[in-house]
Structure formats: C-alpha cells, structure tokens
Nanobody, 115 residues
Framework: QVQLIESGGGLVQAGGSLRLSCAAS????????IGWYRQAPGRQREWVAT???????IYADAAKGRFTGSRDSAKKTVYLQMNSLKPEDTAVYYC?????????WGQGTQVTVSS
C-alpha cells in the first residue's frame, strides 16, 4: 500500500526557510518519482518540483534558485528545502507519486509566509 505523509510546514516570515518532508511507503524511489505540488486558497494546485528516479530534481520556475529537493532512501523520505520564502509561497504543499497507473497524494502540510 502506498502512503505519503508530509510534515514540516508552518508559519515563517518572508525571507525565511522551511524544510518539508514526505515520508513514503510502498514505493521505490528508483522506480517512482516524487512530485511536490502546492495549492493556495482559491487557486488551482500547481506543480513545484519533481525528484526523479535518478535522484535529480527538476523545478518549476517559481521554485528555481530558492527550493532544493533531496531524498534519503534509507529513511524513505524526500525533502523540499525552501529558502527565501515569499508571501506568494503560502499554500498547502503536497507530495505525489504514481505506481502501477495509480496516483497517490499525501494529506498536505500548510506553509504560511507572512510579509
């Protein structure tokens, strides 16, 4: 069974940092990429970054230069280090994966950036 559990969100001032975690079970990072998405109030969910099966990370333009993805295969956890946060980064952040044609989402973690 695939399960994704996000953590690490919180309230931070603009310019601050947070590290989000996504603990995964039932998947293999070498086979299943992990995506980070976010959804702000009144807006559609948008893609933020993807940790590929090779361990590299690709980023949306909004995340480039400020966010860094990583993974710890032993802990079965992926991370999203977010620096230089802006109020427009305020959203619920989700991790996502696909396995055997099915898509899985975590419950999300709230990130709030105050100005």
């Amino acid at each position: 069974q695939v399960q994704l559990i996000e953590s690490g969100g919180g309230l931070v001032q603009a310019g601050g940092s947070l590290r989000l975690s996504c603990a995964a079970s039932g998947i293999n990072f070498s086979i299943n990429p992990i995506g980070w998405y976010r959804q702000a109030p009144g807006r559609q969910r948008e893609w933020v970054a993807t940790l590929t099966t090779t361990g590299s990370t690709i980023y949306a333009d909004a995340a480039k230069g400020r966010f860094t993805g990583s993974r710890d295969s032993a802990k079965k956890t992926v991370y999203l280090q977010m620096n230089s946060l802006k109020p427009e980064d305020t959203a619920v952040y989700y991790c996502n994966t696909r396995r055997a044609g099915l898509e899985y989402w975590g419950q999300g973690t709230q990130v709030t950036v105050s100005s």
